[in-house]
């Protein structure tokens, strides 16, 4: 079977299973997600197997160190996996839920009702715990899903995914939910995003390069984000302490996520305050600094920053610095260069808040806390597939809710409209 013959096979397999899930009880798919628990949990040795396969090949191609990293399971990254299934499985369940009914000058009441988006490709690098992660939340929902790993780590992959079967199929459901493409081929992930009589949604967890491509070829609906390129601005009369807390946290907690600040903003006010306390802060945590010409009048050790430097999603120890006029020079700032991730002002003003939360157009937009907190666990949602930049569908992190639709329902009583 060629690749084409086969991705159409796990598309039409995926179709007739999301029916079914889709129609399954709550305890259904909660008894799919423990069962499949149990079964990653007595298949450690065939998991390890599997993977030191994937890690001896990686080798010898020569990957690098952070990919090989990522590649690897570990006994305590199989028990996060484990967690990761007991958490989502306690999760509400959004499917079929009823919402804003009301009763209608006729009679009738309507109201509309959460439903599974049907089948979901998701499309990843390296990690193959995101297998466990991506499965989970899209059979909570009550979808199925087509998932598409790093070739990389296929082996990995395909044993997690039989566990994941047998979960299915021990809680009576179709083991065709869950669906891993068992080739290395690239050509499938090309007709994986063009074939929208199967799959439904589509999406990328990667890259910069591999999310555009995605989004550039696809022919389905696909849920992304490019980039984070995400803004802490410290207002003028803000809390020092709480300023250097927040704008040391956003950046140096972890370098290499979405929500990771990537450029400081700073009112004309306080830069003479802020600027050498942060300098301090971020020389000791080895931060590099690169700063508009006033950033530089106040720290000669900064680099002068490029234009460039203002769009860069630096995922490292790299900070671009901007002292701006007022809250108004912020926000211009923000809508030129912001990739529309996330966005924190530190202040103690109500109203510049609240105009900073209306009038700044972010997926995520904060006040006086760290862009760290854009996440779908830190929010509440239990788990996330992703973050979503667009506005259409979901924005922010993606959680059940956000791997769900809506339709309309109506409730009468013999009603006839006249």
Same mark, same amino acid.
């Given at each position: 079977?060629?690749?084409?013959?086969?991705?159409?096979? +796990?598309?039409?397999?995926?179709?007739?299973?999301?029916?079914?899930?889709?129609?399954?009880?709550?305890?259904?798919?909660?008894?799919?997600? +423990?069962?499949?628990?149990?079964?990653?949990? $007595?298949?450690?040795?065939?998991?390890?197997?599997?993977?030191?396969?994937?890690? *001896? =090949?990686?080798?010898?191609? $020569?990957?690098?160190?952070?990919?090989?990293?990522?590649? &690897?399971?570990?006994?305590?990254?199989?028990?996060?996996?484990?967690?990761?299934? %007991?958490?989502?499985?306690?999760?509400?369940?959004?499917? $079929?839920?009823?919402?804003?009914?009301?009763?209608?000058?006729?009679? @009738?009441?309507?109201?509309?009702?959460?439903?599974?988006?049907?089948?979901?490709?998701?499309?990843?690098?390296?990690?193959?715990?995101?297998?466990?992660?991506?499965?989970?939340?899209?059979?909570?929902?009550?979808?199925?899903?087509?998932?598409?790993?790093?070739? *990389?780590?296929?082996?990995?992959?395909?044993?997690?995914?039989?566990?994941?079967?047998?979960?299915?199929?021990?809680?009576?459901?179709?083991?065709?939910?869950?669906?891993?493409?068992?080739?290395?081929?690239?050509?499938?992930?090309?007709?994986?995003?063009?074939?929208?009589?199967?799959? /439904?949604? @589509?999406?990328?967890?990667?890259?910069?390069?591999?999310? &555009? #491509?995605?989004?550039?070829?696809?022919?389905?609906?696909?849920?992304?984000?490019?980039?984070?390129?995400?803004?802490?601005?410290?207002?003028?009369?803000?809390?020092?302490?709480?300023?250097?807390? @927040?704008?040391?946290?956003?950046?140096?907690?972890?370098?290499?996520?979405?929500?990771?600040?990537?450029?400081?903003?700073?009112?004309?006010?306080?830069?003479?305050?802020?600027?050498?306390?942060?300098?301090?802060?971020?020389?000791?945590? $080895?931060?590099?600094?690169?700063?508009? &010409?006033?950033?530089?009048?106040?720290?000669?050790?900064?680099?002068?920053?490029?234009?460039?430097?203002?769009?860069?999603?630096? +995922?490292?120890?790299?900070?671009?610095?901007?002292?701006?006029? /007022?809250?108004?020079?912020?926000?211009?700032?923000?809508?030129?260069?912001?990739? #529309?991730?996330?966005?924190?002002?530190?202040?103690?003003?109500?109203?510049?808040?609240?105009?900073?939360?209306? &009038?700044?157009?972010?997926?995520?937009?904060?006040?006086?806390?760290?862009? =760290?907190?854009?996440?779908?666990?830190?929010?509440?949602?239990?788990?996330?597939?992703?973050?979503? %930049?667009?506005? +259409?569908?979901? =924005?922010?992190?993606?959680?059940?809710?956000?791997?769900?639709?809506?339709?309309?329902?109506?409730?009468? *009583?013999?009603?006839?409209?006249?």
């Amino acid at each position: 079977m060629d690749v084409e013959q086969y991705m159409e096979e +796990l598309g039409r397999r995926a179709r007739a299973a999301s029916r079914e899930v889709a129609a399954s009880s709550t305890r259904a798919r909660n008894d799919a997600l +423990l069962a499949a628990r149990d079964a990653l949990d $007595g298949a450690r040795a065939e998991l390890a197997a599997a993977n030191t396969a994937d890690l *001896e =090949r990686g080798a010898a191609n $020569g990957l690098d160190a952070p990919l090989m990293d990522r590649l &690897e399971l570990t006994e305590a990254r199989i028990d996060t996996m484990l967690e990761g299934l %007991t958490q989502v499985a306690s999760l509400p369940d959004p499917v $079929g839920s009823i919402f804003d009914m009301n009763t209608m000058p006729s009679g @009738i009441q309507v109201g509309r009702m959460r439903v599974p988006l049907g089948v979901i490709g998701i499309i990843y690098e390296s990690r193959p715990n995101v297998t466990v992660e991506a499965a989970s939340l899209c059979l909570k929902s009550g979808n199925a899903t087509i998932l598409r790993g790093g070739s *990389e780590a296929l082996d990995s992959n395909m044993a997690i995914a039989r566990c994941l079967n047998q979960g299915l199929e021990q809680a009576g459901l179709p083991a065709a939910a869950v669906q891993v493409v068992e080739t290395r081929d690239r050509a499938a992930v090309g007709r994986l995003i063009t074939m929208p009589e199967y799959v /439904d949604v @589509i999406v990328p967890r990667g890259g910069k390069g591999l999310i &555009e #491509r995605i989004s550039n070829d696809a022919r389905v609906p696909v849920i992304k984000h490019l980039d984070g390129t995400c803004h802490v601005y410290i207002d003028e009369g803000a809390d020092e302490d709480m300023a250097e807390a @927040i704008a040391i946290n956003a950046k140096t907690q972890r370098y290499g996520t979405c929500n990771t600040m990537e450029t400081l903003l700073v009112h004309e006010a306080m830069a003479a305050a802020m600027l050498p306390r942060l300098f301090r802060a971020y020389q000791a945590a $080895g931060v590099e600094l690169r700063g508009c &010409e006033r950033t530089r009048a106040i720290l000669p050790a900064a680099t002068a920053a490029s234009e460039q430097d203002w769009y860069e999603e630096y +995922l490292g120890p790299i900070l671009a610095v901007r002292v701006v006029d /007022d809250l108004e020079a912020a926000m211009d700032h923000i809508d030129r260069y912001s990739s #529309r991730h996330t966005e924190s002002i530190v202040t103690r003003d109500h109203g510049r808040a609240m105009r900073f939360l209306r &009038e700044v157009d972010s997926s995520s937009v904060m006040v006086n806390a760290s862009t =760290r907190f854009a996440d779908g666990f830190e929010y509440g949602l239990g788990a996330e597939i992703g973050i979503s %930049t667009d506005k +259409l569908h979901a =924005r922010g992190p993606v959680g059940l809710e956000g791997l769900t639709s809506v339709k309309y329902v109506v409730l009468g *009583e013999g009603q006839v409209r006249s």
